[in-house]
């Protein structure tokens, strides 16, 4: 009985080191070096080759090595087993430490600083605003929004979130459907959007969004947070709104292409940050201990935890 | 009656502007148009004139701008009335959100991804720690230690927090004396320095305390956060620490003298962060409401709060 680890790019040493000590007995093997097709019982996937997952005859659970199953969803010829998404405290805690610092880089003027710093400027911000002065809007209330809102609120921001149906979060303004989502718009300065993807989200993060968020502000202007899916985002939206002054800055870590093409203008724009997609990195320790519990509950016949609802498409 | 309004180098506007609503009927006057010396019974200051407050005889309170009274302490002709510290939410609030800031800058980064950015370049850390994986010492358990400390908690790091004299915050391994010092140091890989000026402070943060924190971190050597005062820090040393790897990185909000000379190497050294002493400003709405608060329960007989014991310092 073996473990298919299909994360191609990704260094499978470490992950190797784990799973032996986690589950041993269990061969990890990759798709290049894959014979026996029909002992492989789990696919552990991060971008997985299409099709690979419907050639194991045993399969019996697909574990994401991250928080978003888009790109296991699009594949068409996808086996029906169930898909159990990555939820794990540290990933998520290094999710929230990326939002909250790009929140903060954009309250305390970061750039400017660092800028003043560079050129050996001494001067201030008499209007400086406090973190309670702004407005944080999250657009998703899953683990990942919800620890990001939780921790926001604790720094004084006042902090909203938005979800498809109906949530609750201590502390947060929570709003849901069509009509709570514009509500939410008009009252963000900052906006954090950690949404699945989905066809429902896809292109979300657009102009005509941009165009409902608050424009009364402490900072000038409202600030796009995307630490999501790439996907989510227009990019030539961005550049467009950025440039008119209906976005006043952005931090960015996921983009359509990865890794974002050199000739993007998001680069080289004075009020964007740019991550390469590491807002919150799978660290083999904790990801491993995840999925290695997943695998001997199922074992014992206790039901999957986190499992994607193919309808809903997260 | 009226207050003196002592800050040179503020604009007195706003501060006129509060003053008026708050405290109506009584005027504000600054040292240049100082003439009736007898009518004033309140001095607002920062950084105030040596000897000016002496020549105030009707003088009933001295009121701090800022959370640091050494300068109104270092006046030889101080007269003896009670000093109050301004002790304001808004103004600990900003202070953590520096101290925060700074703590992920440094975690997650920040001036690697910015240069990688100006530089185009698409690359990650594999080995990137999490706030957990970090260990936080604080120095200083008053408004601003306690309240930075927490919020830092919350983040997921581990704090620890030292004070002269044995104090308890919720979520934060406390410490004091000299021998919780040692033990505090020798856990801390990042250490924030938010202790009053005192006799017994200047100059704390030297060779020989930096030789004391823990070198074994994740950060692959341990970083300095000074947002307490100029005078605590001996900038050769900071430098020099820097060079031989004794410190890996530093953020200073305050500096020896202020503003930082021109010549100074931490304005060009890459592990540096430099800010205009603008971690926690004085925001003239929050800090006159509180100072006029406390003016008026004066009136009414009660207790002014936040006194400063001009033994201890601070």
Known sequence: MSLLFAAPGWDEGPWRNRFAALLPGRALVTPEKLVDR?????????????????????????FSLGAGVDAILSDSNLPD??????????????????????????????????RQQRERIWADDHDQPAAADLRVGVLGLGELGRDAARKLAALGFQVAAWSASAKTAPGVACFDGPAGLEAMLARSDVLVALLPLTAATR???????????????????????????????????????LDSGALKGASLDVFETEPLPQDSPLWR?????????NAAISHPDAVARAIAAQILAHERGEPLRNVVDRSRGY
Chains 1, 2 share one sequence.
């Open 81 to 114: 087993v169930p898909i159990a998404r990555i939820v794990d405290p540290d990933l998520t805690a290094r999710m929230s430490e990326w939002v909250v610092l790009h929140c903060l880089m954009h309250l305390r003027q970061a750039r400017r600083y660092e």
């Open 269 to 277: 724009h004075p009020a964007v940050f740019v991550t390469p997609h």
């Open 203 to 241: 292109g979300f993060l657009n102009a005509r969004l941009f165009a409902r968020l608050a424009r009364d502000g402490r900072l000038g202007g409202p600030i796009l947070i995307n630490a999501g899916r790439g996907g989510l985002q227009v990019e030539a939206d961005i550049v467009a709104a």
């Open 38 to 62: 029909a002992a492989v019982r789990y696919a552990i996937v991060w971008r997985c080759p299409r099709g690979l997952l419907a050639e194991l005859p045993q399969l019996e659970a697909i």
